[in-house]
């Protein structure tokens, strides 16, 4: 019940930060609100009792997880194929780098043993792909780095879980075993990705043999597939705690097998295009809950531990010095590597070193560690310490940024436009309409639907309509044989003038032509498949 609860409670405050951000705060970044709402969660003493205590390997399992499979399936295996010296050289080399140079740097400038100061400097190598945008919103990041950054964030979570379990054995026993290390990581790495390759590739056999079964999943417009959903939902969840539980890397499985449905998703979305749109839009919708939820788990956290007076450093606040030490030196070693070894330029190695930036896996790392034989006072140096680097690395590049990276181009007239064209579209549909030999209340009542397409309808309006309806009698056959034939001659009446508009004038370009022709489309499927027939 606790968890459910929990779940219940950080959903709606994912859905409520989308709000604000969408109503009151568009220029922010919404993960930056969702941490605002975490950390008023936190702070209010009723909220707070309803979230359950941060367990990394449900945070990992049930919320990460997905996230790495979706942004997985949002990346063509082909890139990954082309890029693969690029990700190696980024996620061994430069991880190696950085969790050297951070260790030795939190040693030598804060004085812990070295076998603690590289725990702190394993756990601070990942990167978050979820948090770029965090930091880069409103600018244009080259596409060069964009690219760099999402295949490194993807891939180096398994080379920074590898070097802190190799931290921790040092720090229990007291030795480095580099052969057993060495082997932990190709069976690691190597592992998820021949264990997510294959079972995603048993997968996605097992839905195309379905969608081409006797069942009839093919094409079928009243069939909308609904096991191949549940087994699409349940594939990162299976794949990851199946990767674990044989010992491999479950990021690297998940993420793996979110390339391999890329291509799946490409190549059979017509095979049945209601259950392409459905989880298409199935995973917008867990994308953009479960980025908040992130985000909103982070700002709890923070908040947890900055006021729990038992998480401290026997009353030191050597915890500041750690958690600046460690950005700077994965920002310096970041830097150096690309522009001496990738031979980067020194303002686009500049824009990849701050762009890597510490979220979600960095915080369930640093709290695995507390299931360890790490004595408690130092398990809460690295929570602290941690949490500032999550922190340095979100505020400095998004205040650098503002100078190093140019404002995102934005048609300022291309809303205008847009809504014009669009207002234009839809009298022509509604002339239509007035024109076609039918009944007063036809013609009332599909004026409505057109203007609703524009949000030009009242809350009065609407409730007028509401009770119409809910008084009405069932439609039958006939009539709603009229309506469809109705509503198709008036979308494509709509159609009709902005391929006219997109032909004829410089008003619309082929992007705002997509945009409205897509709304034409969307609103005669949602009609003929709901508004008519039910």
């Known amino acids: 019940m606790g968890l459910l609860i929990s779940t219940a409670m950080l959903t709606v405050g994912a859905m409520v930060s989308i709000i604000i951000n969408r109503r009151w705060l568009p220029r922010l970044s919404v993960n930056y609100v969702s941490l605002l709402i975490g950390a008023m969660i936190a702070l209010v003493p009723v909220l707070n009792g309803l979230v359950a205590k941060f367990n990394s390997e449900v945070f990992i399992g049930l919320i990460v997880a997905p996230l790495l499979y979706f942004e997985g399936q949002n990346t063509r295996l082909n890139l990954v194929g082309r890029h693969v010296r690029e990700i190696i050289s980024l996620t061994i080399g430069m991880v190696v780098l950085c969790a050297v140079v951070a260790g030795l740097g939190t040693a030598i400038l804060a004085g812990v043993g070295l076998p603690l100061a590289f725990i702190l400097a394993a756990i601070s190598t990942p990167t978050d792909a979820t948090a770029t945008e965090s930091v880069t919103m409103g600018r244009e990041l080259p596409r060069r780095e964009q690219t760099s950054l999402k295949l490194e964030s993807l891939f180096n979570d398994a080379s920074g879980i590898i070097l802190l379990n190799m931290a921790i054995l040092w720090y229990i026993n007291g030795y480095v075993n580099y052969p057993q290390t060495l082997w932990n990581f190709i069976y690691s790495a190597g592992g998820g990705i021949v264990f997510g390759g294959l079972i995603s590739g048993v997968i996605v056999y ?67 295009p209601q259950l392409a749109n459905d989880i298409f839009e199935l995973v917008g919708l867990l994308s953009d809950i479960l980025n908040g939820i992130v985000f909103i788990v982070l700002g ?33 070693a970041r830097f150096a590597y690309v522009r001496w070894i990738r031979r980067l330029p020194r303002r686009e190695a500049w824009i990849f070193a701050l762009g890597g930036i510490h979220g979600a ?86 004026t409505f639907d057109l203007r609703s397409q524009n949000g030009h309808t009242s809350l009065r309006q609407f409730v007028s309509e509401w009770q119409r309806m809910v008084q009405h009698a069932e439609y039958t056959p006939d009539q709603i044989r009229e309506l469809t034939v109705i509503y198709r001659h008036v979308f494509q009446a709509e159609r009709d003038y902005l391929q006219q508009q997109y032909e004829a004038t410089a008003v619309l370009n082929e992007d705002l032509y997509n945009s409205l022709y897509r709304e034409i489309a969307m609103a005669e499927m949602v009609i003929l498949d709901y508004g008519v027939s039910k």
């Open 206 to 272: 097992f839905r195309q043999l379905m969608l081409r079964s006797k069942v009839n999943f093919i094409n079928n417009t009243y069939n909308n597939g609904t096991p191949l959903k549940v087994i699409y939902l349940m594939t990162p969840f299976v794949l990851y705690f199946g990767a674990e539980a044989i010992g491999v890397s479950g990021i690297i499985a998940v993420v793996f097998a979110g390339l391999v449905h890329n291509a799946e998703s490409e190549r059979s979305a017509l095979a049945n």
């Open 300 to 332: 709890i956290v923070l908040v947890r531990t900055t006021l729990d007076r038992s998480v401290s450093y026997d009353g030191s606040w050597i915890w500041v010095t750690i958690g600046i030490v460690l950005y700077v030196t994965n920002l310096l």
């Open 361 to 446: 896996v960095t915080f369930a790392l640093a709290f695995t560690v507390a299931e360890t034989q790490v004595k408690t006072s130092d398990f809460n140096l690295v929570l602290m310490s941690e949490s500032l680097l999550i922190i340095l690395s979100l505020i400095v590049p998004t205040i650098v940024f503002r100078w190093l990276l140019p404002k995102t181009k934005v048609d300022a007239d291309a809303a205008t436009r847009m809504a014009t064209v669009r207002g234009q579209m839809i009298e022509v549909g509604v002339q239509t309409l007035w024109k076609m030999p039918t009944s007063q209340e036809f013609k009332a009542a599909v």
